[in-house]
């Protein structure tokens, strides 16, 4: 595979990049009253603007090449056509299959996926509604009130950042609750909350092999038989996963049961019966919009020119920012309260997927990948690290998002997040000169040695490049869409790069050392044969223990 920095249309950016970095934002809009319009796109409801990006036509060209000339169009068909592209674990990644809202089968070795996908869908549909309608209930004969998911990852983060967003759409008589972390804090919270009579426990796992689900579930399924008796979880527990036997040593009746495929990774399986617990949440009508949303960005994605695709343009973009300007971390900034874990969410979707540090073929890198995501949502982001945005020297490029319409009764409320939404990309796009700050002060009456002492001070350098996603509101739909096409930029991402987006080697090791740890935690006096630096902490713990 020919590595990537060795292509002439690299080597053309990085010499177009020697004299587009120093071209400031101020000077590529003061000479093009064009620009929002050359640099911007409409898809699906969906308003990228990324012309406070440090682009010019030249860069978009340059890009656009570089994305033909890595192959971006087969590898695009080969993950529709259902090839295995996740090379390491010999596995095709076809979430787009469980969002094919289409006729058209999606074949992994010639068997076409679509009829199990559809028939989990009608699985799922039964199931919510047999809840919903009361069909469904608990062991003392009771209808369900709490929902507890019990997954981490993958099997957690989607669940959790769909339901937060959309939670002007939950179901009223049906709460959900989310738990995942190993520490047990959230599990006891929850479980101090809820009726045992009157909730079901949805275990989420791929693999159902993962230490903090299993502990998490084991304990949850305890509290049941001690409130409810031997035969009561039977009734209690649902869980999703590929791992039929796992499930049958957890007891988990067959109708209970929902199938997961290889061909789904973690971080991609929100669409999936793993999403059971936002359709329990929200309805089954409105996980199925997600999904159509989701698939009006796949075949946007799949069929759309380069020049107007939008995830291709904000992959290219993120990859211009990072191996030509030298941004190592992006800020996810959603003007949504609803989108709170939006940012947690991508950090899973694009850090585990790109964070790899050699090719497909194995070849070490040396070129960057991906970045730091990280982010909160405005306006408490801008009352917390906004300030290093603006003046520190750390360098971060920025994704706004933001509805123009709200989801809550205060419009005017949304409104003045808007207002706060576009100041803020207008201020990072244009900073504020020395001039600007001395007219500024001097308006204010500050004597003019005052006004020298403060300029420095006050002066913000701008540059900061950002792309703002516009959307009328934030329904299921546009979730969809959204998550979709972040997705879907991702893998543009690592076709640039030469790397292998599906899996994630880099959490085992991590696990293991844990696994073996796990007994001298429980009884420190079992810490042999640890180095000086375990042996220093079991001591601590030892001596602290009550
Ligand atoms: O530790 C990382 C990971 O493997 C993720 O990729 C995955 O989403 C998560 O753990 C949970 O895995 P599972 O769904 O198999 O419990």
């Known amino acids: 595979m020919t590595r990537v920095t060795d292509l002439p249309e690299w080597q053309a950016l990085a010499e177009h990049a020697l004299t587009a970095r120093s071209v400031h934002l101020r000077e590529l809009f003061a000479a093009d009253a064009e620009r929002f319009a050359r640099f911007s796109r409409e898809v699906n409801g969906l308003l990228f603007d990324f012309s406070r990006q440090r682009v010019q036509e030249r860069t978009l060209e340059l890009l656009l090449a570089l994305a033909h000339a890595r192959g971006l169009r087969a590898r695009i068909d080969a993950m529709f056509s259902g090839e295995r592209i996740n090379q390491t ?33 009608e699985q799922m549909r039964d199931f919510v509604d047999g809840v919903h309608a009361g069909r469904i209930r608990g062991h003392t004969g009771k209808t369900f009130t709490d929902v507890v998911n019990i997954g981490i990852g993958g099997s957690d983060l989607g669940i959790v950042m769909a339901t937060e967003a959309l939670a002007h759409l939950r179901h009223r008589d049906l709460r959900l609750h989310c738990v995942s972390n190993i520490d047990g804090v959230q599990l006891a919270d ?36 001690d409130h409810l008796g031997e035969e009561a979880p039977a009734r209690h527990f649902a869980a999703v996963s590929t791992n039929a036997q796992a499930m049958d040593a957890f007891l988990i ?80 900034l959603p003007y949504d309260q609803r989108l709170h874990r939006f940012p947690a969410y991508l950090q899973q979707l694009e850090m585990e997927s790109n964070g790899k540090r050699v090719t497909l073929d194995g070849q070490a890198v040396d070129w960057d ?16 690290f906004f300030q290093l945005l603006h003046q520190g020297t750390a360098r971060v490029a920025l994704d706004f998002l933001a509805p123009v319409n709200a989801s809550n009764p205060y419009q005017s409320q949304q409104n003045l997040a808007l207002a706060n939404c576009f100041a803020q990309a207008q201020a990072f796009a ?31 350098p701008g540059n900061r490049p950002s792309s703002l996603l516009l959307f009328r509101r934030l329904d299921p739909k546009t979730l969809g869409r959204l998550i ?16 292998n987006a599906f899996d994630q080697w880099g959490v ?16 420190p006096a079992e810490a042999k044969d640890v180095d ?15």
């Open 89 to 121: 674990e010999q596995r095709a990644a076809l979430h787009i299959a469980l969002r094919n809202r289409a006729d058209r089968p999606i074949l992994v070795d010639g068997q076409d996926v679509m009829p199990q996908v559809r028939a989990s869908l």
């Open 190 to 225: 929850t479980l101090e909350q809820v009726d045992p009579a009157r909730t079901l426990f949805v275990v989420c796992s791929k693999t159902f092999g993962t230490l903090e689900t299993l502990t998490n579930a084991r304990l949850a399924r305890q509290w049941v038989v």
């Open 253 to 332: 009746p067959p109708q209970n049961r929902f199938a997961m495929w290889d061909w789904v990774g973690g971080r991609y399986s929100v669409w999936s019966a793993v999403g059971l617990s936002v359709a329990l949440a929200l309805g089954m009508d409105r996980f199925e919009q997600m999904l159509e949303g989701g698939y009006d960005m796949d075949e946007h994605f799949r069929t759309a020119p380069f020049e107007r695709n939008l995830p291709v343009l904000m992959g290219l973009l993120g990859v211009w920012n990072r191996n030509f300007l030298g941004l190592d971390s992006l800020a996810i």
């Open 369 to 384: 990948t991906c970045g730091v995501i990280w982010g909160e949502p405005g306006s408490n982001a801008q009352h917390s």
């Open 430 to 460: 244009f900073g504020q000169t020395e001039d600007q700050v001395r007219q500024d002060l001097a308006a204010k009456g500050l004597p003019p040695s005052e006004i020298e002492r403060l300029v420095p001070h006050k002066v913000h």
């Open 484 to 499: 979709a096409l972040y997705e879907h930029k991702v893998f543009t991402q690592s076709v640039i790069w030469g790397i």
């Open 508 to 523: 085992e090791l991590g696990k293991k050392l844990a696994d073996s740890l796990a007994p001298a935690v429980q009884n």
């Open 532 to 546: 000086a630096g375990l042996k220093g902490l079991f001591e601590y713990v030892a001596r602290w223990r009550t």
